[in-house]
């Protein structure tokens, strides 16, 4: 799936830095129009190197890009938009030994058009995240190490928002809220297994928006994996439209 619009340059930038910002990597770097997150945990957009804009890069960056994760002893992961500017580094990727894997969509929308998604009772806001907003992440049918290096990350992030809801006490979805060089984001929708189909997330989603509203922002994105259809159509819902895609790219070893 290729971009549907192009977005203004200083908004793509933006955007990549607020969602770099948002996972909080253990710490970063930049070369001429990149960012460069170094991190050991699961959490791709924590330790993947992005295009701050969709020119054409060149084998150059690549080598810088390289030697960066190489001077750290971590390995090379890049995300990489699926637009034609890309084609011919994303054919040099493929040359050096590079796999491409999760495809994944940017989205963005209105808050007012999320805020209404839902007309059910608001999540709970907290300022940091629980133990109970935690295990949401932690419960049956999720990753237990990826569902802790997502709690570490999205809970360290400077100034986010944290949703959550529980049913007879028990905590049955949650989600983050980021906010950063003018927008808006989410990030770490997840719902308990049996609270699947009810609403819930869209609840979550819909608090999460409000919260983007009395902060003053008016735009929100999210990222999506490509095959996550359930997600998708929830989003459609909140009138989320696709910005762009790009898949991640990792270093084979040699």
Sequence with gaps: MRQNAPMIPTRIEALERATVLAVSPDAQAEIAGWILPFDAGTVGRARSAVPLTHATPGP???REIEA?????GLPVMLRIPVIAP???FRSLLGRQGYREETLTEVHIARAALVQAVSA??????????DAAWASVFLGAGFDPVDGASRVQKLGRATGSLFALIREQG????AGAAAFSHGWASVHGLHTAQDGRRRGLASRVL?????AAIERGY????LQVAAENTTAKSLYRRASFTPAWTYSYWRQNAR
């Design 60 to 62: 150059s960056e690549l």
């Design 68 to 72: 960066a994760y190489a001077q750290r």
């Design 86 to 88: 890309f084609d011919a």
């Design 120 to 129: 059910g009772e608001p999540a709970e806001l907290l300022a940091a995240p």
């Design 170 to 173: 028990r905590p049955v979805a």
């Design 206 to 210: 819909a608090t999460l928006a409000g």
């Design 218 to 221: 008016d735009q929100i994105f």
